[in-house]
């Protein structure tokens, strides 16, 4: 055992395919690597305690909204059969949650790297992603696995649930702003919201079937660099997912402020229902333009990101 040790995780957003992808269809899914989410590990003398800015406090006593990660601390201290062993974890995170940005998953991640790394155990990414899987289960109710393969990815990935993730090259120069529009928006209820949807409006099968499409005409323009065209899949997805309820007023208000502001493309990202909108840009000037003016408009942080993101540094798994 260390006598401390950290681990990371980081954001990310999807960039075609959220909610098709939890009916078997792809989705294209970008980490975020400039914001982050550290968990570190002490050693105590006592007790297990864990500090994070919903709960301080020992393990034994997480409130009810905390019962995903209590599960997961707990089921790796059984794993590695360290059930007693004293330490204080805490977790420090840039990424605002419930705003699609995979903030519970990088939390997730973030802890399991740190616990293996505490006790000099190896970890596969097969392994990371299963842990993961327990807290993700717990908060989400049957989710795609795809919020937890993003943030630990190191590149761009295509994704197929129940696939290996597959690395995407992405060379366009163009640029995405992230926008939060402060609105807290749950994904566990849009998916229920879509699994409800798809239960009585037989339209909203072909929906799903729609977005799966728009994703692999997406992979395609990423291979060729046709921003553009690009811009117009982002702009067909969000009219799709905005028919099957899980847009939101404000999101669909700053969609059309950025496209009438130059923006190639603007969608939701993540569950939606509130959250983040991404917007699609031919340059960095314009990138900034549209974040100054939707801050104007009232959302509450924009981050420009090229679209050429990768992972530069990180972990190993
Ligand atoms: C959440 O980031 C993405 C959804 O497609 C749900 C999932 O994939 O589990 C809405």
């Not at 400039?34 to 006593?61: C, P």
């Not at 190896?122 to 795609?144: F, M, T, W």
Request: hydrophobic fraction near 40%; aromatic fraction near 6%; include cysteine.
């Amino acid at each position: 055992m260390r006598k401390s040790a950290t681990g990371q995780s980081h954001a990310k957003i999807i960039f075609f395919g959220e909610h098709s992808v939890v009916y078997g269809q792809p989705a294209i899914c970008l980490p975020i690597s400039k914001i982050k989410t550290i968990v570190s590990i002490k050693g105590a003398d006592t007790g297990q305690h864990v500090a994070s800015k919903y709960f301080t406090g020992a393990l034994s006593e997480m409130p009810d909204s905390q019962t995903g990660i209590q599960l997961l601390i707990n089921t790796i201290l059984v794993e590695l059969h360290q059930e007693k062993t004293p330490f204080t974890l805490q977790v420090t995170s840039e990424i605002p949650a419930e705003r699609g940005m995979g903030s519970s998953a990088a939390t997730a991640i973030a802890i399991v790297r740190a616990f293996f790394h505490f006790f000099h155990q190896s970890l596969s990414h097969a392994e990371l992603l299963r842990l993961a899987d327990v807290s993700e289960q717990y908060i989400h109710g049957n989710p795609s696995g795809l919020d937890a393969a993003t943030v630990s990815s190191k590149t761009p990935i295509w994704f197929v649930k129940g696939r290996r993730p597959q690395a995407i090259p992405i060379k366009q120069n163009a640029f995405l702003v992230i926008v939060d529009t402060g609105i807290m928006g749950q994904t566990g209820l849009a998916v229920q919201h879509v699994k409800s949807k798809l239960a009585g409006d037989h339209h909203a099968e072909e929906d799903i079937e729609m977005l799966g499409k728009i994703a692999k005409q997406a992979r395609s323009c990423l291979a060729n660099g046709d921003s553009q065209k690009l811009g117009f899949l982002m702009n067909d997805s969000q009219t799709i997912l905005s028919k099957l309820g899980v847009s939101h007023p404000i999101l669909d208000q700053f969609a059309t402020l950025a496209l009438k502001n130059g923006a190639l493309g603007a969608k939701l990202t993540g569950g939606g229902m509130g959250g983040c909108l991404i917007t699609l840009t031919s340059s960095k000037p314009s990138a900034k333009q549209i974040a100054t003016i939707l801050e104007q408009h009232g959302a509450i942080h924009t981050w420009i990101e090229p679209l050429a993101t990768g992972y530069h540094k990180g972990e190993k798994n």
